[in-house]
């Protein structure tokens, strides 16, 4: 599966301006946060995560984990290369992420019709191996993700199937 990618870094300073009420007065402190964005596209064909399944074999006092996609580990693997070459952007603070799923076109698919996806795989399974594939590259814990915006649509003609990834760090500095 072949990966395309490119990454767009920029640097932000942000303010939160935080009130507190002392004496009837209002203070106010800021807190200044370094914002790192990180962008890049995945080509292949989204695969969902799917559900793990646990059998325990006959003489054996370990279970075995399987998940029901196949394809899953390929698709995971794709994602972790790519995003390899910016492990240094690793951080255990908060961020927000951004999922662009572009599905594969049927070929009798109309050109007017909107370009939303609203067939099988589900949105969140696809979300879920996303971040998953993540995990331990960018981030210590797909807990820290506070955010997450995802959407699904039909590659246009002259595309590929992919997902665009974009990430967001925000540390106090």
């Known amino acids: 599966m072949s990966a395309f990618l490119w990454l767009w870094v920029f640097f932000c300073l942000c303010s939160d301006y935080l009130y507190k009420k002392s004496s009837g007065n ?5 807190l200044t946060f370094t914002c790192l964005i ?9 695969r969902p995560k799917g559900s793990m399944r646990a059998f ?4 054996s006092t370990r279970p ?7 394809a899953l580990k390929t698709w995971e693997q794709a994602i972790r290369n790519v995003a390899q070459p910016y492990a240094y952007v690793f951080t255990t ?15 009798n698919f109309p050109k007017k019709r909107s370009r939303r996806h609203t067939k099988r795989p589900d949105i969140d399974k696809l979300s879920r191996a996303a971040l998953d594939a993540l995990t331990g590259i960018l981030w210590a814990d797909d807990s820290q993700v ?9 590659a246009l003609s002259d595309e590929a199937p ?3 990834i ?3 760090t925000m540390e106090e500095i």
């Open 26 to 30: 209002y203070t106010s402190n800021v």
């Open 38 to 46: 990180v962008r890049f596209t995945v080509t292949g064909v989204p």
């Open 56 to 59: 325990l074999p006959k003489g």
């Open 64 to 70: 075995i984990i399987t998940a029901s996609n196949p």
């Open 93 to 107: 603070s908060p961020v927000r992420v951004s999922l662009r799923f572009s599905m594969q076109r049927p070929k």
């Open 146 to 154: 506070y955010s997450l915006h995802a959407n699904k649509i039909y």
């Open 162 to 164: 992919s997902v665009k």
């Open 166 to 168: 974009t990430v967001t």
